[in-house]
Nanobody, 121 residues
Framework: QVQLVESGGGLVQAGGSLRLSCAAS????????MGWYRQAPGKQRELVAT???????NYADSVKGRFTISRDNAKRTVYLQMNSLKPEDTAVYFC???????????????WGQGTQVTVSS
C-alpha cells in the first residue's frame, strides 16, 4: 500500500509564507513526478508545481517567482515553499505522485488527503 501524507497548511496573512511537506511511504519501488495541486471552493483542481525524477520543475504562471518546489528523494518527500502569499492562493492543497508499486509493478497516480491553506487580506 502507498500513502502520501501532507503537512504544513494553515492560516497566514497576505504577504506571509508557508511551507508544505508531503511524504510518500509504503510499497514503493520508484517515484517519478511529484507535485502539488490546489482546489479553491467552487473551482476545479489546478496544477501548482511539479518536480520530475530527472530534476525538472514546472510552475503555474500564477505562482512563478513566489512558490518553490523541492524534493528529497532519500526521504521520498516533496516540499512547497510559498512566499508572498495572496488571498487568491487560498485553497486545499493536494500532493500528487506517480509511483511504481513494488508488489504489483503497477504505476499509478496517488493523492494525499489535502491540507488547507487560508490567506487573509
Amino acid at each position: 500500500q502507498v500513502q502520501l501524507v501532507e503537512s504544513g497548511g494553515g492560516l497566514v496573512q497576505a504577504g506571509g509564507s508557508l511551507r508544505l511537506s508531503c511524504a510518500a511511504s509504503g510499497t514503493i519501488f520508484s517515484i517519478n513526478t511529484m507535485g502539488w495541486y490546489r482546489q479553491a471552493p467552487g473551482k476545479q483542481r489546478e496544477l501548482v508545481a511539479t518536480f520530475t525524477s530527472a530534476g525538472s520543475t514546472n510552475y503555474a504562471d500564477s505562482v512563478k517567482g513566489r512558490f518553490t518546489i523541492s524534493r528529497d528523494n532519500a526521504k521520498r518527500t516533496v516540499y512547497l515553499q510559498m512566499n508572498s502569499l495572496k488571498p487568491e492562493d487560498t485553497a486545499v492543497y493536494f500532493c500528487n505522485a506517480d509511483i511504481r508499486d513494488i508488489r504489483t509493478w503497477d504505476r499509478n497516480d496517488y493523492w494525499g488527503q489535502g491540507t488547507q491553506v487560508t490567506v487573509s487580506s
